[in-house]
């Protein structure tokens, strides 16, 4: 498999880390969506994915884009460890989560968004996280164990983390949080969430390493 992935998309991370979870070896090929105003928009890039989006997945003769279908084809050709519970109420509980975070939240604060908000993307980054986060926190309340949806980790959890992530790039407060913070720092400590952090990818820029 081939992924095109840029280091701080959280997008991109989610999928990182279901291909760790599932111990599946890739190569990685970055997409750097700043330089050369945006690598993502270069005819090669678009023939690849007509979205000009990461992640994409060329895997099994086949491409994919967008993040939440890459981890469902994973978790459908490699259903070890599994990221969908087997019952049907806490699966459809994960599903809520992940679209709650991937449809609801990130792309109001994507990348594309906030070059339209001008001096005001800080701002709007911050209302639509803080938004979907004091929802989250509610529904966490019903679901949560140690992680998103019990004890076991999900793809609910896949989208978490990189979401608090960005939450703490652009300074929201995590106080009124608590149920989110511990699951995040909980999964933080999960060696395939470590190897996937934007922190350790090979396009990294030396500064944020870790």
Known sequence: ????????????????????????SYDLVPVNLIKDGGQQF????????PMQQVPALQIDGITLSQSL???????ETHPNPRLLPQDPKKRAQVRMIADHIASGIQPLQNLSVLKQMGEKKMEWAQSCIISGFQ???????????????????????????PQVANAERF????????????????LLDLEAFKISHPS???????????
């Open 42 to 49: 270069s005819a090669e890039f678009k023939a690849l994915n």
């Open 1 to 24: 498999p081939i992924l095109y992935s840029y280091f701080r998309s959280s997008c991109s991370w989610r999928v990182r880390i279901a291909l760790a979870l599932k111990g599946i």
């Open 200 to 210: 350790r990818q090979p396009d990294t820029p030396a500064e944020l390493r870790a």
């Open 69 to 75: 279908a890459i981890i469902n084809y994973l978790e």
């Open 135 to 161: 929802a989250l926190e509610q529904i966490l309340q019903h679901t949560a164990g140690r992680y998103c949806v019990g004890d076991e980790v999900s793809m609910a959890d896949l989208c978490l983390v």
């Open 171 to 186: 300074k929201v407060d995590m106080r009124p949080y608590p149920i989110i913070t511990r699951i995040n720092k909980a």
